[in-house]
């Protein structure tokens, strides 16, 4: 029999006299014995869970730096995560393209912009250590061979135009090609791999992972358990919990299961909450993020999405109810969120705004075809028709389209303060494109708490949790109350980038 | 040698041949061993962690319903927690006094009042329990002894006066009587007791606690830890965690060592923490509450707050740089906090506003001569002494005075629509009292997700953890962004009472 020690500190083993047997384990902090006694069915130089951007930036920086052994861990069937779906939207300050198109940006413009959004409680070292090292990420998808169109966009929050986009409008244009490197340089990708938990050392060091093989998501606890040693640590790249909607109306009761999501299914947060059984502080959970510019009038991340984006710099966003602009466009996502929600009937009831945009302008991104061939945007020749087929007052929406080209020839908003750099020479005029906007939900603000380092701190001692890290959208805190757009995929690179330096360092 | 199991479902135990001797635990969730082998120190049917209002309820609570051995126990030389030094404030719909007063209210009227300060995000079902039995707590003070004042208050964000408030003007009014009634019935209180974590079964359930006697606060891990097997269960009546400057850190950066706190030192969070590594899901830990009545000019909840909860709904709040009233001064605690802070000079340092009450009205409240004496309180015989001696535009602050009796003239308010009932009659005119407003970190409103029957839920399950209960400051969720005054106390008491009940029914 061995002696066990239940106890939160081992100062205090001697003398209570404690049998074994190890009925009963105390939370995770602290536990007192050595590691010893525990088969282990793998060891592992370096595991990473999640094949996101987080995870598989962190996998090749972490070939580059030498690990000789390091393993992706994805639970569901399809690699990429939920960062395969999102809008391959890239932010970055002082690229290439800036300076063809002559945009003066900095790190400190950048962060600036991100502050603002975070009303306060934005972690300003984050946001500059991922600011400082977003055009390295950048390069790194460029090397691994993704393709972005040649131009920037402005988006909502910025305050000049930073953001490239891949050619395939999707975050399947960065994570297909950096999984290809990955195996290139010769990391262990595993599907169907489900993250079940942490084993834990003598003082609450992570020491490797409990891992279900062959695990089918959605499905009655399928698959085997093994342990798997995790010689230089764990980084865990899960992502969000946008899909698990009792955790997520735990926080807002009103995101109900009819509230639309854009995230992938596997966005559930076990990861996260794993985390928090160790000790890690949760941040900011409560922030969860609706994306303005999606539609009622599909599932998920859609077509319009995409389209909307690119285009609010020169559109208007009308409300129905009184055929005139309600906000600045370009605003943050949480600004442009909460006014499409206030747009409602007199009886209350939701009234998706609609995005008014010339056909001509319009159609110079490639949804706009998709989104009037599959009935989720329309077409019309005239103003009449427009406002007869979305029941918008004629008059009042005249008036108004009027009015915003006049701030498009002054380049002045007098209405909202739209910066309207990106609006030059886009009167609004027929033909026109229009779609119809309502939030989903569609990013978790809050996570657990990470430094400069990617290590993840504990609640108790506030000192990092020893082996583990974290990147990516399992984070918390970095934006504060509102994310930019774009401003998650180099976050997701850049600290799984960082979290490998660590690791190899450590 | 005993078979250890280290995975997180049972199902999977045979066949992974791992060893004995328990050098690693897995996370408290779904831990797999029968709880044999564990010598218990003490053996209690109910245990409480808190002597605030919550835990002091629940105690009663159970000891009514026949519990025969129930236990309070608190980390700090004395009783009553944080509970002891607040405002003594307690919100309570149709009551003797609202009758008296003739003041028409009910339970739905005041989850209306307490639904708009939560933004939306309150937990409604929550909310309209407290306030279905928070006549029942009020009552329960009234048995053990508490004195109230003969009137009721109109706090900010109720639309009727529904405020007791203790004849001390503090929570001791309450938690001394309270105290003194549960050692009358029996219960066991034992100070200098810290709970150290739980000990959990085979299903995660809670079979007791880790227990350091002899703790003193804020020495080096002083005390004896012994086991203590909870046997109907854990109540967690922990509190808030204002005083964790880390942790109030993590959810807002500003909120530092230099910001003002009202709370009692011992509300550090640890029990909150201990919940999440069983699972317990964290809500709105974001949403920090900041106290807009408390002064720069005194440490703590201090003399002002009282002084000025009881002023405010007949005075003006005037930033000093215009001289003119910028809040309803009985808006919601955040409306009101984020008004203040957002009084600045011209070069945006903070300029704390004046709150301006006609003495002949503040010297009802028994702070007045205090605030005075102590000189956190000023008195001036003219309006032209008064912004003299603060710096304030003269006329300007004339005018604002004059346009402010027009308000209490004709009953309203066209500045900022503050409900002027308790104002009537109550025109600002010399001699003035004057104090300096300036928010303090009061309140958290995030904690552990609880249900009606004070059940904490599992984040994974969202089943109640076994043998588990939560009441008070350390549960979250309820009240959304911002709770309102005095609903502090009755939340506490009921949750409390409603644990016990919840347990004695198990």
């Known amino acids: ?8 500190r081992r100062k205090f083993i001697t003398g209570l006299g404690i049998a074994a047997g190890a009925a009963m384990v105390a939370p995770a902090m602290a536990v007192s014995e050595k590691a010893t006694g525990i088969k282990w069915d793998q060891e592992i130089e370096i595991v990473i869970i999640g094949s996101g951007f987080a995870g598989l930036a962190a996998a090749i920086e972490a070939k580059k730096l030498g690990a000789k052994d390091v393993h992706i861990f994805e639970k569901m069937s399809y690699f990429g995560g939920n960062s395969a779906i999102n809008g391959g939207l890239f932010a970055a300050p002082v690229t290439p393209m800036q300076q063809k198109e002559g945009v003066e940006d900095s790190v400190e413009r950048m962060v600036a912009d991100q502050l603002a959004a975070g009303r306060g409680i934005a972690d300003e070292a ?18 691994a061979g993704s393709e972005y169109h040649p131009y920037l966009q402005q988006l909502g929050g ?13 975050g399947a244009g960065i994570t297909q090609p950096l999984l290809k490197k990955c ?30 093989e062959n695990y089918h998501f959605g499905e009655d606890q399928p698959g085997k358990i093994i342990h798997i040693r995790a010689k230089r640590g764990v ?14 109306m735990a926080q807002d009761p009103t995101l109900t299961s009819e509230v639309g999501c854009t995230n992938a299914p596997g966005a559930t947060g076990e990861g996260m909450y794993e985390m928090f059984r160790l ?22 991340f859609g077509y319009v999405s995409n389209y909307s984006i690119y285009n609010f710099p020169h559109s208007i966003a009308i409300n129905r109810l009184t055929g005139k602009r309600f906000m600045d466009e370009i605003a943050d996502r949480k600004t442009r969120a909460d006014a499409e929600l206030a747009c409602r009937d007199e009886q209350g009831n939701a009234l998706p705004p609609i995005l008014i945009t010339s056909y001509a302008d ?21 103003v009449e028709e427009l406002a007869k087929h979305f029941n918008v007052p004629l008059n009042p929406l005249k008036a108004q389209i009027e009015e915003y ?10 209405q909202f303060g739209k910066n309207m750099t990106k609006a030059k020479d886009k009167y609004i005029k027929a033909p026109f494109t229009v779609v119809r906007l309502w939030p989903k939900v569609h990013y978790c603000q809050g996570g657990v708490m990470v430094n400069t380092k990617a290590e993840v701190k504990d609640s108790f001692t506030g000192e990092p949790i020893k082996g583990l890290y974290a990147a990516g959208e399992v984070c918390g805190g970095i934006h504060g109350v509102s994310r930019l757009g774009s401003c998650s995929i180099p976050e997701c690179m850049v600290m799984g980038m960082t979290a490998a330096r660590s690791m190899m360092k450590a």
């Open 183 to 212: 195996r290139e340089l010769g990391v262990n990708t595993h599907n169907r791999s489900k993250f079940e938990g942490f084993l834990v050392g003598e003082k609450g060091e992570v020491l490797g992972i409990k891992m279900r």
């Open 126 to 143: 984050l946001l500059r250590h991922v600011a400082s090292h977003a055009m390295e990420a950048l390069q790194m998808t460029l090397d």
């Open 405 to 414: 080209n006049g701030y498009v020839k002054t380049g002045k908003d007098a």
């Open 279 to 300: 000790g890690a502080i949760p941040v900011h959970l409560a922030h969860i993020q609706s994306g303005p510019w999606a539609s009622p009038d599909e599932g998920g």
């Open 1 to 8: 029999m061995n002696k066990i020690d239940l106890l939160g």
């Open 158 to 170: 910025h305050s000049v135009a930073r953001t490239y986009q891949t050619t395939v409008s999707c």
């Open 362 to 382: 319009s159609k110079k991104h490639p949804n706009t075809e998709k989104v009037i061939k599959y009935n989720v945007g329309w077409k019309f020749d005239s």
């Open 235 to 248: 980084i865990m790249a899960t992502g969000g919990f946008a899909q698990n909607v009792n955790l997520r």
